[in-house]
Structures are given as structure tokens and as C-alpha cells.
């Protein structure tokens, strides 16, 4: 079995003190532990497993004697090892937890999301999370904000709240969006725990299993997630330079789906931005068909040159667009803090049922954006964030064209995160994350992005995380793992075939 799809963030740390096999071991162990490799799974010969993670054969077997010795795997001589039955599994704890868990999605990217914002090994370059840089966070600016203002504070405030939101801050965003071009009050705006939530209350609202949901292809692997979890059949968009609404209108008719879940600006992962008159269009279209558009929105305020076209909400002429942001990628990702602009029945249909899961998102960060809000401090750390990253996506989009033009094929955003990148030659980009994790580089492959089979050529590069040396290091290993992949090629070309005698 091909298990490198489940270990595709899988990095042993050679400066650690337990041993290598070991580490391998605990690897392994989480993925059966965890239900990822269930049980009668056939894992891949000593081998195989050394050259996935560039170890000796020794290293290997002693990581299958330990597993081994664990009951977690068993061999059969001739045959090989595998992952033994859950009986085994489950005679080590005294509750048999798998027994009680409701179905889960048994494929290698259902954990992907919680290993992307993992933290990486010591001395790897995460290109792989969508995240601002740390060193960037306007932290300095919320310890003022909280010192200057505790004081002030009304302490109901820290009590329980209405489960839509902060009202000071629904307001602050219902002004913020009316300065957009998007008209909004306050009952038009649900606060969330992230953006993310609001795509799980949306699902569990207006979803059913077998209901249709039209996405682009590729796309968020979140949203992919979300929606395949609540029981949906997704129809694919192909993301290109322009969206296929003939292809739209034909879902509409003959599937009749529930919604589009669409990034119109600077979409994850391509960086595509749909132009004003192919929005206009799109609104017309799902006016005709009554189609509930689901408009996620995470990047626009990142430009770094031409302003992007209106909102698809700012378009919206039949109350059938409902609007997603979030602060994470603005500010920093550890607020929590998101929300949700849509005609007020929906707003309290989605409130009752995130009572359900935590009653309301957290005060103190909705207290601290609504001042960062109120005292017009937004607008001067996008103009900081802008033109830093502007700087971070032009230095990394010089080394790759320097570099690794050979081997790729990249277009560079005008906004966002990321670089979407394309193999020219033969070979895969889970081949090369696996020999880049040798280099101590690590990326997303662009199968995460699909609900499809793809030709796996494509890879995302997240530029914003890391400043312009660190950059530049992550392009050179990069290219050195792109010339090791072509080297490989080559002398397997060059191998001679075997001649098999006549009998």
C-alpha cells in the first residue's frame, strides 16, 4: 500500500533523542490508532517504508518490531505486514472507542486541514498553511487597546451575549461592509468563531445527504470538507480564466443544487480573480434560478495592485448571496473571529443552531476587534500587510522564475496567499512533496483542492508566512528537490531493460 498519501506531513527530526525507528513507529501508530490505516490494511515492504522516510532498511524493521510488539501490526511470512483487526487494536484501552465513533471519512486528506496548521519539524519550511506572518500580528496595537479600555469595559459584557454576536462589533462590521459597496445593519450580521463555522452552520442548515452543491475546481479544502461531511453530491466548476456559466446553468436545470460555494476574489488556491462583467452575469443567472450563492471572501483586502471588482453581495439584487469574511487572514488567525452578512430569517436560523455548539464566539477577541474597528485601525495595518507582502510575492516569484522554470508553471497573483504552481514534466507533485520533505520543504498538493481524481501535477506555495530570506531558502530547496526528481528520471530512462530468456 501506498501510505505516503498518509504521511505526506510526516517528518522525522534526526536531532531528537528517540530514535529514528521509533519515531517512525509513533508515526504509524497514530495513523492506526487514529482509524486512517484501519485495520487489514497491508503496509508497504521494510523497503519501501526506508525509502519513504530515507532511512536504512534496519531503521524500518526495528519500526515494524515495534509496532509489532505493540499489537498494532502483524506479519505473515511471505506475505507481509499489516494492520491488525480491531479486536487487537481495541483489547489496549478498556473503552473500544472505534466501536462507539459515528462514520468518518476514511480517505488520506480527511485530517489534512489539522496537519496543514500543525507545526512543522525543526528546520522545515511550511509553505503549506495559509497563514499572515506572525512577526506582522498588530499585537502591540490590541495591548493598548485592552489596557486603555479594560477599565471602561462594562463587565456584562464578559457575561453571555446574544449567540449572533457582540452587538457593538455586528455594527462596526455592518458599517465596515456598507463602506465596501455591500448594505448591511446589524440584524444582517452573525459573528463566528472563523469563517469556517460559518460554512459548518450553512451546511447543517440548508443541507441534506444527496442535496447538490456546485463548487470550483479546484477550491477550498475546508469547504470541500465541510460539505462532503454533511452527505452533499458536489458538481465541479472548472476554475479557469473565466467561469463556465453555461456549464453553471446546466447543473442548475438538471441537478436543481442547493447552493454555489464560490472565492470570486483571489481565490484559494489559484489566485484567480472573476472579472465585474462575469460577476453581473453570474447574478443574473442565479436571480433566474433563485440559486443560493455562498460568497467566501477571506482575501480581497490583500491587493497589491489594481483594486478587484465588487463584491458579489454588493451585486446582489434577490437576497440570495450570503457573505463570508473572516479576521485570520487580516489580522491574526488566533482571534476566532468571523462573520456572516444574510437576510436577518437566515441570520436567526443560523443562530439557533450554533447555540448548539457554543453559544456565542468569544467576547474579549470580539470586544478587541470591535475598538480595532471604531478607531480606524484597520486601515492602517492593511497598508503595513499590504506592502510587505507585496514585496514577499514579488522576491518569491523572481526566485521561482529563476530557478525553477524549468519545471514549473506559475501565474502571479494580484492578491492573497498564494502561488499555484504546475509541473511540466513527468512525475507528481506527491512525489514531490516526498522528496521535499528529505530537503525540509513542505507544501499542499493540489489533489487536497479537488473532490475529483486529478493528473496530481499542481501544488499550492504560500507566500506570506515567512519573510524574503526564508523565502528564498524554501525556492532553493525547491528547485534542488525538482533537480534531484529530474536526475532520478533520467537514470531510470537510461536503465536497461531486462531481456527474459525464450523457453
Known sequence: MDISKYMNRAELDTLDKQPLYLQIALLIADKIQKQILPSGTKLPPERELANLFAVSRTTAINAYRKLEQQGLVWTKVGSGTYVAQAHDVESLSEVPWPQLFTAYPQNPLASILRDIVSTPARGTISLAAGMPDPALYPLETFTELFNHNIGRVAPADFGHIPVEGYNPLRRAIATMLSEKGIPALTENILTLSGSQQGLYLLSKVLLEPGDYVVMEAPTFIGAIQVFQAAGARVLSLPCSEKLSLELLEDFLIRYRPKLLYIIPTYQNPTGRV?????????IKLAKRHRLVIVEDDPYSDLCYGEQPPQAL?????????VYLGTFSKILF??????????????????ALEKQFIDLHTNNIAQWLVTMFLNEGKLAEHLTAVRREYKKRRDTMAKALQRSCANDLEFTVPEGGFYFWCKLKHAGTSQRVLQEAAKNRISFVPGAAFHTAPTLDKEFRLCFTTHNEAVLLESVQRLAKTLTQITKKNKDNEAMPCSVWPII
Open 274 to 282: 472573476m472579472s465585474a462583467q462575469e460577476r453581473q452575469d453570474l
Open 313 to 321: 453581495k454588493a451585486l446582489d439584487s434577490y437576497g440570495g448571496v
Open 333 to 350: 488567525p488566533g482571534l476566532r473571529t468571523g462573520y456572516l452578512a444574510g437576510p436577518p430569517i437566515l441570520i436567526n436560523r443560523l
